[in-house]
């Protein structure tokens, strides 16, 4: 059913999404208080786990999601000057269209944040459900906030960047294409010790996402860091800083690993103090949990902050 739902999208001129189509997402950062999730870069490098595919309808970038569950879902983001798009009521009517023509119960639209809710909330036309949940929302940060590491709930950070710093033979070293592939020796030793097939469920093998960013990793545009201890690559981390168009900077996390116990928090500690800080960057968005105990233990741990809700929405045309 997938396949063939897929199929249909191909045949009204939607492409597939990859990192061929990572040029024309670019242009579609908001560069503000945009989603991880819809950033140029994770569209892109994770389209592959859902066989996304996409296509410009009046100035909208529109996108579409197949999910393992059988879900299909619609994103839609506008231009960077809205102006150059046309009605939101009219794309949703042509989605709608769309929707319905290929077999798809409902007009159902993820990712959506709170300002793009409240104009869909306006359109008579429609009746608009939505919902959200706590594992898909989005974990951002002060940058200073991550430095200071303030009061008695940072002490166990503090301790641990201790003994992080206090580690002989601590190297940490720009990344650039030359050295891009140490990040693949750091998940293979990652992997070791991980259930591939839990890790793999919900999109795909990360390093399969690895291997996207390696290809489209351009030191113009990315910053990173790998870490050694003792010569052997042991880290390493990759992010994007956007600015909102007002002079709000903010730092997108694509990746952060470390084989060593506690030296995630070095890594993103080093992140802030040595690169964010310098470069004026005022928040820091780390995606989201997925609902996985672990990572939520960790970025609910990490520092102050707060969560973006992301929501689904049904649209119900009255």
């Not at 950070?157 to 940490?172: E, H, Y």
């Not at 609902?291 to 929405?313: A, D």
Request: hydrophobic share 40%.
């Amino acid at each position: 059913m997938a396949g063939n739902t897929r199929d249909y999208f191909l045949r009204q001129g939607f492409l597939p999404m990859g990192i061929n189509s990572f040029p024309v997402f670019k242009q579609f950062d908001s560069g503000g208080r945009q989603f991880h999730e819809l950033t140029a870069t994770v569209s892109s490098i994770w389209a592959f786990g859902f066989d996304a595919v996409y296509k410009i309808i009046d100035g909208y970038l529109c996108s579409v999601w197949f999910y393992k569950s059988g879900h299909v879902y619609f994103v839609i983001q506008p231009p960077r000057s809205i102006t150059a798009a046309a009605s939101l009521s009219q794309l949703l009517d042509t989605l709608y269209a769309l929707a319905a023509e290929a077999g798809i119960p409902a007009l159902q639209l993820w990712a959506v944040d709170e300002g793009l809710l409240a104009d869909l909330r306006q359109l008579k036309a429609w009746d608009v459900l939505s919902e959200h949940s706590e594992d898909c929302s989005e974990y951002v940060y002060r940058t200073a906030d991550i430095i200071e590491w303030n009061g008695g709930v940072n002490l166990n950070k503090r301790n641990s960047l201790k003994r992080c710093f206090n580690t002989p033979n601590i190297v940490i070293r720009p990344l650039t294409r030359e050295n891009f592939p140490l990040c693949f020796a750091v998940e293979d030793e990652w992997c070791i010790h991980q259930d591939c097939d839990s890790c793999w469920v919900f999109a795909g093998c990360l390093k399969d996402s690895l291997k996207n960013m390696a290809e489209i990793f351009d030191n113009s545009i990315y910053d990173g860091i790998a870490l050694y201890i003792n010569g052997k690559p042991m880290g390493y981390a990759i992010w994007e800083i956007m600015d909102d168009g007002a002079g709000t900077k903010i730092a997108y996390v694509y990746f952060a690993k470390s084989n060593v116990t506690n030296f995630n928090v070095y890594l993103y500690y080093m992140v802030a103090k040595d690169y964010l800080s310098v470069a004026g960057v005022e928040y820091v968005n780390n995606g989201y949990d997925m609902g996985k105990p672990g990572l939520r233990t960790f970025k609910k741990h990490l520092s102050v902050h707060e969560l973006m809700p992301k929501y689904l929405c049904t649209l119900i045309h009255k």
